[in-house]
């Protein structure tokens, strides 16, 4: 891999286009094994200056807008918590802009570079309201005048938290009495939460764009809580969400998430240690006991070991480990650049370890037993604790964010297929924030080397947990899969929403009628195979597959084990799926075509 030439497979793009799409998923996954996606390290470097300017200015206006010291004085302003309190402000603005995760070529986005804002703050475009036949004034898919106040409201209002000083607290100066800055003043912190629950009312993508379930909670605590409270809760805050993440990645998905990610990590130069993750390469590229024990040991164990250090140790040298391994956790997951790029997320949350659990240690009264009543304990932790009990347990009910699902695998996903002309046809009907990825990459590279480099998508997601069950559902619904052009779910929601980060709940059925009722695809035109998540104590997933011309023409489950037992490629057809519902007219042709 060259600094400014991406390593591409040998073939000629044109042929691998041509090849059957199975042929295809096989040879574009035996090359993702030794390259990933291929990416040109300029591209890494590029990512790497974006969250060095994040930090910038984060630190900048955290820093100069409170007094607490210069930028570059650290010494002066480590100890200020109004900078972390200004830095989660800082890094919810960052993500509402589209600046953050879901930008840049890692994220489908090639030209231009950043959805975010460039959607929302059109009118026309679309949106997907969680709850539209239970909230009042919030039906429908199109975003409306309101829409676009409501989402320009809250960047307004923290533009306005960010530029203010902080104010005088009591509690603070008794517990910390060496801060000079003051904290957030919480009437400032009021406005912006209530706007940004009314946004999400309206459209639940734009309340995960600021990743909400990471950062608000913690607005919430910076609002309402004691000083001491305050980083209690807000080191609650931060177990929940690693253990959360931790207790997600026991079930299978995790254990093929690790080979394929590492496979595309650029800091993984051996191709040996590459190949080690799969059980027998070009062959046989199920995960092997190295890559089980990667995901499994580096990852699982660690990411629940290391915060109960974190909260309940009073041994310096055990928390001071701890809190450098989970730093080292976060440095890991950004040095892999993965899919849709959290890489701000991962700095934030480095920051965060250093600042909570060693600036404000439990040896210094700040464990759970020194929060000022058990009752608020019980209530923050049963409060923090709602969202992911209930994602895990019912997944249709909640995105895998606030589940606190982070790289386990285990979400709701998609693969679109279109015929011959229906990309096109979406284009130029639906308002996007950018032209379909295809186009984006046709107009500098070729048409060939796009789509080569979309459908290495198809099999990068066919190396994970879902990709089998969507190909095999596909593979049975169409009449023809090789003359279908498949598109992996994340790269058109990117387009379709103006963000993505990995979730199916983005779009849903009511989203994709919503996209119907513009572009008008005949039968047979779009279909789209749409797989809920895993629920922590089930050993299956509920499908969906959807026809846009027709709306849904099959429902049924698969055993998640049977995804494990099968290569990308299907060698061996498709994996068992049970049919629970078909529509009448669909059913008649697919046992038809069966027979034949």
Not at 149 to 157: E, G, Q
Not at 498 to 524: T, V
């Amino acid at each position: 891999m060259g600094y400014k030439t991406p390593d591409l497979p040998a073939a000629d793009a044109a042929d691998i286009v041509a090849m059957p799409t199975f042929e295809r998923i096989r040879y574009l996954a035996t090359h993702w094994v030794d390259y990933g996606f291929g990416t040109a390290k300029k591209t890494h470097v590029g990512y790497v200056l974006k969250v060095l300017l994040y930090i910038a200015i984060g630190i900048t206006v955290a820093t100069v807008s409170t007094g607490a010291g210069a930028p570059w004085d650290v010494p002066a302003w480590w100890d200020e918590p109004i900078v972390y309190q200004k830095m989660v402000i800082f890094t919810i603005l960052w993500e509402m802009l589209g600046i953050g995760a879901s930008s840049g070529p890692m994220a489908f986005r090639f030209s231009p570079r950043v959805g975010g804002h460039r959607y929302w703050l059109r009118s026309g475009t679309l949106r997907n309201p969680p709850w539209p036949g239970k909230i009042p004034f919030t039906k429908g898919g199109v975003r409306a005048e309101i829409d676009v106040a409501l989402y320009a409201s809250v960047v307004l209002s923290l533009i306005v938290i960010l530029t203010l000083p902080g104010v005088d607290s009591n509690s603070l100066a008794s517990a910390h009495p060496s801060a000079t800055a003051g904290l957030l003043n919480p009437v400032l912190l009021w406005p912006m939460l209530i706007l940004a629950v009314l946004m999400g009312l309206r459209d639940k993508i734009t309340f995960l764009a600021m990743r909400a379930e990471q950062y608000l909670p913690a607005v919430v605590f910076f609002a309402t809580l004691e000083f001491t409270d305050m980083i209690i809760a807000c080191k609650l805050l931060m177990a929940v969400i690693w253990i959360g993440a931790g207790v997600s990645k026991f079930g299978h998905h995790f254990t093929k998430v690790v080979p394929v990610m590492m496979s595309n990590a650029p800091i993984m130069f051996s191709k040996i240690l590459k190949r080690s993750l799969y059980r027998n390469f070009p062959e046989d590229l199920r995960p092997s006991r190295v890559g089980s024990s990667v995901a499994h040991i580096l990852g699982t164990t660690v990411e629940i070991a290391a915060p109960l250090i974190l909260l309940f140790s009073t041994n310096q040298t055990a928390t001071l480990l701890a809190a450098l391994l989970m730093v080292a956790f976060h440095i890991t997951i950004f040095l892999t650049f993965p899919v849709a790029v959290p890489l701000e997320w991962n700095i934030m949350f480095a920051f965060v370890t250093v600042f909570l659990f060693l600036g404000f240690p439990t040896w210094d009264g700040y464990g759970l037993g020194n929060m000022s009543s058990p009752w608020l304990t019980a209530g923050v932790v049963a409060a923090l604790l709602f969202f992911p009990v209930l994602g895990n347990l019912r997944p249709d009910l909640v995105s895998f964010l606030p589940s606190m699902r982070q790289y386990a695998g285990n979400w709701a996903s998609a693969m679109w297929a279109f015929a011959p002309g229906a990309e096109k046809k979406l284009a130029d009907k639906v308002l996007m924030s950018s032209p379909n990825q295809v186009d984006q990459l046709g107009g500098a590279y070729g048409y060939d080397l796009a789509e080569m480099l979309l459908q290495k998508a198809i099999a990068w997601r066919s190396m994970h947990t879902q990709g089998p069950a969507m190909l095999s559902a596909l593979d049975r619904n169409l009449d023809d899969i090789d003359r279908y052009t498949l598109r992996e779910g994340e790269s058109m929601i990117a387009n379709l929403v103006g963000w993505h980060f990995g979730d199916g709940h983005l779009f849903n059925e009511r989203l994709l009628m919503e996209i119907q009722r513009r572009a008008d695809f005949a039968p047979g035109e779009v279909v789209v195979m749409w797989i809920e998540s895993q629920p922590l104590h089930k050993d299956h997933q509920e499908y969906k597959v959807i026809d846009l011309g027709l709306g849904v023409i099959e429902r049924g489950t698969y055993r998640v084990k049977d995804t494990l037992e099968t290569q990308p490629w299907l060698p061996d057809g498709p994996i068992p799926m049970t049919v629970t519902w078909q529509r009448a007219a669909h059913a008649e042709r697919v046992t038809a075509e069966a027979g034949n």
